[in-house]
Every structure is written in C-alpha cells, then in structure tokens.
C-alpha cells in the first residue's frame, strides 16, 4: 500500500520562497513517475510539475516554468517541489501523486494518470 505525506506549506509574501517535500512509503517508488498538482477553492485540481521514474524527465505547466523545480531521491523515496518567485495566484492546496510503475520512464500531467494522493498541503501568498 503507497502512502504519501506532504509537508514544508506554509504562509508566504509574494516573491518569497517554498520547498514542497512528499515522502512517499512502499517499494515501488523508484519505478514510479511522480506529480504535483494544485487546487485553489472553487477551482479544478491542476497540474502543476511531473517527474519521469528516473528524475530525467520533468514537466512543467506554463504558469509554474522557470519558476518551480521538481527533483527527487529515489534513495530516500522522496519528491520534493521548490518554489520560487512565489505569486498570490500560486495560493492552493498542493497535493503529491504517484503513478504505478511502468517500464516507461515518462512523464504524466494529468489527474487520471496519477494512483496514489497524498492529503494535501496548504500554500499561501499574501501580496
């Protein structure tokens, strides 16, 4: 069974900086693509960034390029989201995804891709 943690929200100025980190459980992380989406109220869940099983491939979504980084530790089975340049607009629950394993060392970017949630953590920038 896959569990996934999210920690490091929190409050935030607008230009500030954040560290997502998801800590997720089980043995299949290391052959699993990894996501971050969002979901601000009363809005669809979004995606946000996606990383490939082996780190090489990333993706991002417009709003978020050049400004968000997504890495992880397959050592430490961990996905982690740094955010930078932060905006009011970025304000949302920000939740971690993990896809099945798959031979494929791809990218996914949307929510059905995604088998595993974690509970969410709360973002929010104040202008």
């Known amino acids: 069974q896959v569990q996934l943690v999210e920690s490091g929200g929190g409050l935030v100025q607008a230009g500030g900086s954040l560290r997502l980190s998801c800590a997720a459980s089980g043995r299949t992380f290391s052959r699993s693509a990894m996501g971050w989406f969002r979901q601000a109220p009363g809005k669809e869940r979004e995606f946000v960034a996606t990383i490939s099983w082996s780190g090489i491939i990333t993706s991002y979504a417009d709003s978020v390029k050049g400004r968000f980084t997504i890495s992880r530790d397959n050592a430490k089975n961990t996905v982690s989201l740094q955010m930078n340049s932060l905006k009011p607009e970025d304000t949302a629950v920000y939740y971690c995804?993990?896809?099945?394993?798959?031979?494929?060392?791809?990218?996914?970017?949307?929510?059905?891709?995604?088998?595993?949630w974690g509970q969410g953590t709360q973002v929010t920038v104040s202008s």
């Open positions: 995804a993990q896809k099945s394993t798959s031979y494929s060392d791809n990218y996914y970017s949307r929510t059905y891709d995604y088998d595993y």
